[in-house]
T-cell receptor, first 118, second 119 residues
Framework: AQKITQTQPGMFVQEKEAVTLDCTYDTSDPSYGLFWYKQPSSGEMIFLIYQGSYDQQNATEGRYSLNFQKARKSANLVISASQLGDSAMYFCAQKIYAGGTSYGKLTFGQGTILTVHP | GAVVSQHPSRVICKSGTSVKIECRSLDFQATTMFWYRQFPKKSLMLMATSNEGSKATYEQGVEKDKFLINHASLTLSTLTVTSAHPEDSSFYIC???????????????FGPGTRLTVL
């Protein structure tokens, strides 16, 4: 079964600074997608950014960018110019696109709680 | 973007009672819905995959007689926690897959969650 690992239970960052949240995965399937979600204290899951395994360039969405290193099986999220509203729990997730029992399902990492200090 | 609703958002019940949670896709058709369970400050654990018109597929270790899932229409899936006990207290989140939605975000939209507390 696929496994997603987020090794940082908690991260602190000063407002307006950049922060990197780590994510590694271990699938051997060639076709997959990597997702990052933000979960504020209200509980809703907010989609942030996506990277496909065949994408040649790293994904970017506004202040979010994904540092995709395929050989290292890592997909770190970079948040630039942190804001107080960025304080939340962040999840990395993976979906396999070809065959297998995990096809179509999102598998989540343990999550990282990000706290932005003023 | 597509909207998924859950009802109720919060429920408190006595031990031994059954609780039904509804998940609706409001502006798109969802042939597949997913049910997750989340403990405080923990990850989302997939409980089951619900397909319209067929039986749900449960993940290993999830009791299907305990967590009844019904996906009767293309816009509604329900999760019933039968004979609830305090250990069933958790945050339950559903997501709906919009096959006509633009990937990747459109592949799965999440509901706002239901917080269940069993006394």
């Amino acid at each position: 079964a696929q496994k997603i690992t987020q090794t940082q239970p908690g991260m602190f960052v000063q407002e307006k600074e950049a922060v990197t949240l780590d994510c590694t995965y271990d699938t051997s399937d060639p076709s997959y997608g990597l997702f990052w979600y933000k979960q504020p204290s209200s509980g809703e899951m907010i989609f942030l950014i996506y990277q496909g395994s065949y994408d040649q360039q790293n994904a970017t969405e506004g202040r979010y960018s994904l540092n995709f290193q395929k050989a290292r099986k890592s997909a770190n999220l970079v948040i630039s110019a942190s804001q107080l509203g960025d304080s939340a729990m962040y999840f990395c997730a993976q979906k396999i696109y070809a065959g297998g029992t995990s096809y179509g399902k999102l598998t989540f990492g343990q999550g990282t709680i990000l706290t932005v200090h003023p | 973007g597509a909207v998924v609703s859950q009802h109720p958002s919060r429920v408190i019940c006595k031990s031994g009672t059954s609780v039904k949670i509804e998940c609706r896709s409001l502006d798109f058709q969802a042939t597949t819905m997913f049910w997750y369970r989340q403990f405080p400050k923990k990850s989302l654990m997939l409980m089951a995959t619900s397909n319209e018109g067929s039986k749900a597929t449960y993940e290993q270790g999830v009791e299907k007689d305990k967590f009844l899932i019904n996906h009767a229409s293309l816009t509604l899936s329900t999760l019933t926690v039968t004979s609830a006990h305090p250990e069933d207290s958790s945050f339950y989140i559903c997501s709906a897959r919009d096959l006509l939605g633009r990937p990747p975000a459109g592949e799965q939209f999440f509901g706002p969650g239901t917080r269940l507390t069993v006394l």
